[in-house]
Protein backbone atom coordinates (compact mmCIF):
# COMPACT_ATOMS: atom_id res chain seq x y z
CA UNK A 1 0.00 0.00 0.00
CA UNK A 2 2.32 2.77 1.05
CA UNK A 3 4.70 1.00 -2.30
CA UNK A 4 1.55 2.61 -4.42
CA UNK A 5 1.44 5.87 -2.56
CA UNK A 6 4.84 6.55 -3.07
CA UNK A 7 4.58 5.67 -7.05
CA UNK A 8 1.27 7.73 -7.22
CA UNK A 9 2.89 10.97 -5.57
CA UNK A 10 6.40 10.30 -8.26
CA UNK A 11 3.99 10.00 -11.12
CA UNK A 12 2.12 13.00 -10.09
CA UNK A 13 5.26 14.98 -9.43
CA UNK A 14 6.83 14.03 -12.73
CA UNK A 15 3.36 14.78 -14.49
CA UNK A 16 3.43 18.38 -12.73
CA UNK A 17 7.05 19.41 -13.55
CA UNK A 18 6.21 18.07 -16.97
CA UNK A 19 2.94 20.25 -17.41
CA UNK A 20 5.41 23.44 -15.76
CA UNK A 21 8.26 23.25 -18.53
CA UNK A 22 5.33 22.64 -21.15
CA UNK A 23 3.74 26.31 -19.76
CA UNK A 24 6.98 27.89 -19.67
CA UNK A 25 7.65 26.76 -23.42
CA UNK A 26 4.27 28.38 -24.21
CA UNK A 27 5.11 31.24 -22.20
CA UNK A 28 8.59 32.41 -22.57
CA UNK A 29 9.73 30.71 -26.09
CA UNK A 30 9.08 31.67 -29.33
CA UNK A 31 7.02 29.22 -31.13
CA UNK A 32 8.55 30.19 -34.59
CA UNK A 33 11.81 31.92 -34.71
CA UNK A 34 12.50 32.93 -38.22
CA UNK A 35 15.67 34.36 -39.88
CA UNK A 36 14.37 37.75 -39.06
CA UNK A 37 14.57 37.05 -35.70
CA UNK A 38 17.95 35.69 -35.16
CA UNK A 39 20.18 38.49 -35.67
CA UNK A 40 18.94 41.71 -34.04
CA UNK A 41 18.80 38.99 -31.01
CA UNK A 42 22.68 37.43 -31.20
CA UNK A 43 25.52 38.71 -28.43
CA UNK A 44 28.82 39.74 -29.65
CA UNK A 45 31.71 37.03 -29.20
CA UNK A 46 35.06 38.08 -30.48
CA UNK A 47 36.82 34.76 -31.30
CA UNK A 48 39.95 36.45 -31.71
CA UNK A 49 39.93 37.39 -27.79
CA UNK A 50 38.25 34.27 -26.94
CA UNK A 51 41.51 32.43 -28.62
CA UNK A 52 43.76 35.06 -26.18
CA UNK A 53 42.41 34.00 -23.27
CA UNK A 54 42.58 29.89 -23.77
CA UNK A 55 46.06 30.58 -25.30
CA UNK A 56 48.35 28.71 -23.05
CA UNK A 57 51.34 30.67 -24.16
CA UNK A 58 49.90 34.10 -22.89
CA UNK A 59 48.72 32.68 -20.04
CA UNK A 60 52.35 31.17 -19.74
CA UNK A 61 53.75 34.89 -20.16
CA UNK A 62 51.56 36.39 -17.46
CA UNK A 63 52.74 33.45 -15.41
CA UNK A 64 56.22 34.47 -15.57
CA UNK A 65 55.41 38.09 -16.17
CA UNK A 66 53.37 39.09 -13.11
CA UNK A 67 53.76 38.53 -9.28
CA UNK A 68 51.81 35.53 -7.70
CA UNK A 69 49.47 38.05 -6.25
CA UNK A 70 48.74 40.17 -9.43
CA UNK A 71 48.65 36.58 -11.34
CA UNK A 72 45.71 35.30 -9.42
CA UNK A 73 43.80 38.95 -9.70
CA UNK A 74 44.31 38.63 -13.32
CA UNK A 75 43.52 35.15 -13.58
CA UNK A 76 40.76 35.79 -11.41
CA UNK A 77 39.35 38.53 -14.22
CA UNK A 78 40.38 36.30 -16.93
CA UNK A 79 37.77 33.47 -15.80
CA UNK A 80 35.12 35.95 -15.11
CA UNK A 81 36.02 37.24 -19.14
CA UNK A 82 35.93 33.66 -20.47
CA UNK A 83 32.66 32.95 -18.75
CA UNK A 84 31.03 35.81 -19.98
CA UNK A 85 31.74 34.81 -23.47
CA UNK A 86 30.56 31.24 -22.82
CA UNK A 87 27.33 32.96 -21.60
CA UNK A 88 26.98 34.99 -24.93
CA UNK A 89 28.31 31.84 -27.17
CA UNK A 90 25.27 29.62 -25.08
CA UNK A 91 22.63 32.82 -25.51
CA UNK A 92 23.94 32.42 -29.56
CA UNK A 93 23.69 28.69 -29.84
CA UNK A 94 20.10 28.92 -28.03
CA UNK A 95 18.67 31.39 -31.00
CA UNK A 96 19.97 29.79 -33.29
CA UNK A 97 18.83 26.10 -32.05
CA UNK A 98 15.34 27.61 -32.10
CA UNK A 99 15.90 29.15 -35.99
CA UNK A 100 17.33 25.49 -36.77
CA UNK A 101 13.75 23.60 -35.17
CA UNK A 102 11.74 26.32 -37.22
CA UNK A 103 13.70 25.70 -40.88
CA UNK A 104 13.62 21.95 -40.07
CA UNK A 105 9.26 22.02 -39.86
CA UNK A 106 9.61 24.19 -42.84
CA UNK A 107 11.77 21.39 -45.03
CA UNK A 108 9.34 18.71 -43.45
CA UNK A 109 6.55 20.70 -45.06
CA UNK A 110 8.34 20.83 -48.29
CA UNK A 111 10.28 17.21 -48.41
CA UNK A 112 13.20 19.16 -48.65
CA UNK A 113 15.84 16.58 -47.40
CA UNK A 114 19.40 19.04 -48.37
CA UNK A 115 17.54 21.51 -46.17
CA UNK A 116 16.19 18.72 -43.48
CA UNK A 117 19.91 17.52 -43.52
CA UNK A 118 21.19 20.96 -42.72
CA UNK A 119 18.93 21.81 -39.54
CA UNK A 120 19.72 18.32 -38.52
CA UNK A 121 23.42 19.37 -38.11
CA UNK A 122 23.21 22.42 -37.16
CA UNK A 123 20.57 21.69 -34.10
CA UNK A 124 23.05 18.42 -32.80
CA UNK A 125 25.92 20.95 -33.16
CA UNK A 126 23.78 23.86 -31.08
CA UNK A 127 23.64 20.61 -28.74
CA UNK A 128 26.82 19.93 -28.63
CA UNK A 129 27.89 23.23 -27.92
CA UNK A 130 25.66 23.96 -25.18
CA UNK A 131 26.38 20.76 -23.35
CA UNK A 132 30.19 21.38 -23.61
CA UNK A 133 29.96 24.94 -22.63
CA UNK A 134 27.95 24.07 -19.57
CA UNK A 135 30.58 21.76 -18.58
CA UNK A 136 33.06 24.25 -18.73
CA UNK A 137 31.26 26.60 -16.65
CA UNK A 138 30.25 24.16 -14.00
CA UNK A 139 34.28 24.08 -13.78
CA UNK A 140 34.99 27.87 -13.64
CA UNK A 141 32.14 28.42 -10.88
CA UNK A 142 33.43 25.33 -9.16
CA UNK A 143 37.02 27.14 -9.53
CA UNK A 144 35.45 30.43 -8.17
CA UNK A 145 33.85 29.12 -5.28
CA UNK A 146 37.13 27.16 -4.02
CA UNK A 147 39.24 29.88 -4.38
CA UNK A 148 37.11 32.10 -2.25
CA UNK A 149 37.24 29.60 0.51
CA UNK A 150 40.73 27.99 0.27
CA UNK A 151 42.87 31.48 -1.62
CA UNK A 152 45.93 30.20 -1.57
CA UNK A 153 44.63 26.94 -4.07
CA UNK A 154 46.87 26.06 -7.08
CA UNK A 155 45.43 28.17 -9.73
CA UNK A 156 43.40 27.19 -12.82
CA UNK A 157 44.68 27.16 -16.35
CA UNK A 158 42.26 28.35 -18.97
CA UNK A 159 44.23 27.01 -21.29
CA UNK A 160 43.16 23.47 -20.21
CA UNK A 161 39.69 24.17 -20.53
CA UNK A 162 39.82 24.98 -24.38
CA UNK A 163 39.01 21.05 -25.11
CA UNK A 164 37.19 19.20 -22.73
CA UNK A 165 37.44 15.34 -24.04
CA UNK A 166 36.04 15.36 -27.37
CA UNK A 167 34.33 19.21 -26.93
CA UNK A 168 36.59 22.00 -28.56
CA UNK A 169 35.31 25.11 -27.84
CA UNK A 170 36.14 26.86 -30.55
CA UNK A 171 36.47 24.31 -33.14
CA UNK A 172 32.82 23.53 -32.16
CA UNK A 173 31.14 27.14 -32.26
CA UNK A 174 33.43 27.90 -35.64
CA UNK A 175 31.53 25.06 -36.93
CA UNK A 176 28.19 25.97 -35.29
CA UNK A 177 28.68 29.04 -37.22
CA UNK A 178 29.54 27.83 -40.65
CA UNK A 179 26.55 25.35 -40.62
CA UNK A 180 24.29 28.71 -39.60
CA UNK A 181 25.72 30.46 -42.51
CA UNK A 182 25.31 27.68 -44.97
CA UNK A 183 21.90 26.92 -44.12
CA UNK A 184 21.18 31.20 -44.58
CA UNK A 185 22.77 31.16 -47.84
CA UNK A 186 20.69 27.98 -48.99
CA UNK A 187 17.61 29.34 -47.78
CA UNK A 188 17.53 32.89 -48.40
CA UNK A 189 20.50 33.85 -50.19
CA UNK A 190 22.64 36.75 -49.75
CA UNK A 191 19.69 38.30 -47.99
CA UNK A 192 20.45 37.12 -44.37
CA UNK A 193 24.06 35.96 -45.01
CA UNK A 194 25.93 38.98 -43.89
CA UNK A 195 24.08 40.05 -40.77
CA UNK A 196 24.43 36.49 -39.75
CA UNK A 197 28.06 36.97 -40.31
CA UNK A 198 28.69 39.86 -38.48
CA UNK A 199 26.44 39.02 -35.57
CA UNK A 200 27.71 35.33 -34.95
Not at 78 to 101: D, K, Q, S
Request: charge should be positive; aromatic fraction near 8%.
Amino acid sequence: MRLLAELLIITFAVLLLYLLFQLYKRIFRYADRTVDDVASLLRMVKLDQLRELLDSEQEKLLRLNLPGSQFRKMQKKRVRRLLEYLTRMTHNAGIVWEWARYERKRSWVAGDKDREELTEDLIHTCIEVVGGIRAMQLQLHLWLVKNAVFPRMPELSLASLHRIETFDLLASYEQLRGIALALSAMVYGESHFEQLMQAL
